[in-house]
T-cell receptor, first 114, second 110 residues
């Protein structure tokens, strides 16, 4: 019962480097999300995918791109990393569309941009 | 005023005590709310949903005060394992978007 799996768990990037965070869920959920969590702030939505084949911007999408590869997988790409993107990133999924259903989270990726 | 506000704490509480903390929200149209629990350096996990006036699950009670626009979480007979950060979550008007509070840190001491 893996649930939501994110890779990598830790990453250090130099400013300007690119990377892709991978996320996969095995619960047959329709909706998937990418959040970032910064100290003293609530989780902020970067991008979401309501269903396979669709993606939409969240609250803080600048500097990121996403791909909903199939129903299971939703990746987040940083094309040119900046120190402001130092954060903990969480992928999440939910069975139903909408904000009113339980979200299940991956273990997080701790990203440092130097 | 922030959309969702929580006292960051920490609340230091002896084991066995009752503790309560609040979350205030600005959108008076909000109909449902969530409490998530996040252990140190772990992912958030759903603790309770609140769809009407409140909800109770064992030692945990969530109550909603629409007039004053806050929700509360009450923990009775607190256990050491209750130590965590408790996140208040309020859906925005549109679907898919949740507003997350920064969390209240709770430390239960033996």
């Amino acid at each position: 019962n893996a649930g939501v799996t994110q890779t990598p768990k830790f990453q250090v990037l130099k400013t300007g480097q690119s990377m892709t965070l991978q996320c996969a869920q095995d619960m047959n959920h329709n909706s998937m999300y990418w959040y970032r969590q910064d100290p003293g702030m609530g989780l902020r939505l970067i991008y979401y995918s309501a269903s396979e084949g669709t993606t939409d911007k969240g609250e803080v999408p600048n500097g990121y791109n996403v791909s909903r590869l199939n129903k299971r997988e939703f990746s987040l790409r940083l094309e040119s990393a900046a120190p402001s993107q130092t954060s903990v990133y969480f992928c999440a999924s939910s069975e139903l569309e909408g904000a009113f259903t339980e979200a299940f989270f991956g273990q997080g990726t701790r990203l440092t941009v130097v | 005023r922030k959309e969702v506000e929580q006292d960051p704490g920490p609340f230091n509480v002896p084991e066995g005590a009752t503790v309560a903390f609040n979350c205030t929200y600005s959108n008076s149209a909000s109909q449902s709310f969530f409490w998530y629990r996040q252990d140190c350096r772990k992912e958030p996990k759903l603790l309770m949903s609140v769809y009407s006036s409140g909800n109770e699950d064992g030692r945990f009670t969530a109550q909603l005060n629409r007039a004053s626009q806050y929700i509360s979480l009450l923990i009775r007979d607190s256990k050491l394992s209750d130590s965590a950060t408790y996140l208040c979550v309020v859906p925005r008007d549109s679907n898919y978007q949740l507003i997350w509070g920064a969390g209240t840190k709770l430390i239960i001491k033996p």
